[in-house]
């Protein structure tokens, strides 16, 4: 996997743009899969999909600051992440 922001060749990609939001601000740190995803810098792209209405009611509780799910960018790469492990 990349070892630098610079060096990406791979990306996650996750539905509902409120999800990246909270990663890049640092509010969501553990992502779940089920596969392991080997350390590394990761492209973070949102899907065009939008989260369910119960799941984006879920992230407004927890993270009042989240922008509404309309209002953010779809089918991008969004920012970079960096995984440091794998369980």
Same mark, same amino acid.
């Given at each position: 996997?990349? &070892?630098s922001p610079g +060096?990406? +060749?791979k990306a996650l990609t996750l539905k509902g743009a409120q999800y990246n939001h909270c990663i890049l601000e640092?509010?969501?740190t553990i992502e779940n899969? +089920?596969?392991r995803i080997a350390p590394g810098w990761y492209a973070l792209h949102t899907g065009t999909g939008k989260s369910d209405a119960a799941t984006q009611q879920r992230l407004r509780l927890l993270v009042p600051s989240?922008?509404?799910e309309a209002s953010l960018p779809k089918g991008v790469i969004v920012g970079a992440i960096?995984? &440091?492990h794998s369980l």
């Open positions: 996997m990349a &070892s +060096t990406i +060749t640092g509010h969501k899969r +089920t596969w989240v922008p509404d960096n995984v &440091s």
